[in-house]
């Protein structure tokens, strides 16, 4: 029976983190949704709304189809937190852009996930080092 190269062990440790690390958050953003009424989904798309934007830029966002997004969307356009404008330069397309009541939601939505989250125990210095070896671990080849 052979042993693990210590590489190919450390690699196999660090995606099982990476892993529990990104559950943990799912778990925390589904958690904080429920508490303003949203699923995790509407939640996030709610916290990508930092301005107007199109749907396809939206899903480009948060990674869903646009499709998917346009069903989140329904539901929040539905509870009055965002609506559908023209685009000023394409006629052929709509900007996103929260309502009122949408901008309050969002400002209490992020307060919501920065509390207790999992990355809150790194100091910002560490966030931005994590940040950076994340980026250059996902750049294409």
């Known amino acids: 029976m052979t042993t693990p190269e210590p590489q190919a062990a450390s690699e196999r440790e660090l995606c099982a983190l990476v ?13 904080r949704a429920v508490l303003v009424g949203l699923t995790r989904p ?4 709610l916290r990508e709304l930092t301005g107007p934007l199109t749907m396809r830029e939206l899903a480009d966002r948060t990674g869903c189809e ?3 997004t346009t069903f989140v969307i329904d ?19 709509k900007q996103l852009v929260l309502t009122p009541a949408g901008v309050e939601l969002r ?11 999992p990355l809150a125990q790194l100091t910002g210095e560490e966030q931005r080092m994590l940040r950076g070896l ?8």
């Open 107 to 117: 400002a209490r939505l992020v307060e919501l996930f920065k509390q207790d989250s």
């Open 19 to 31: 892993d529990d690390l990104s559950r943990q958050i799912g778990d925390h953003e589904r958690e």
């Open 42 to 45: 509407q939640a996030n798309a």
């Open 75 to 93: 539901r929040l356009e539905g509870q009055g937190l965002v609506e559908r404008r023209p685009h000023p330069t394409d006629r052929r397309a």
């Open 66 to 68: 646009p499709s998917n």
């Open 134 to 141: 994340l980026e250059r671990a996902l750049r294409r080849r």
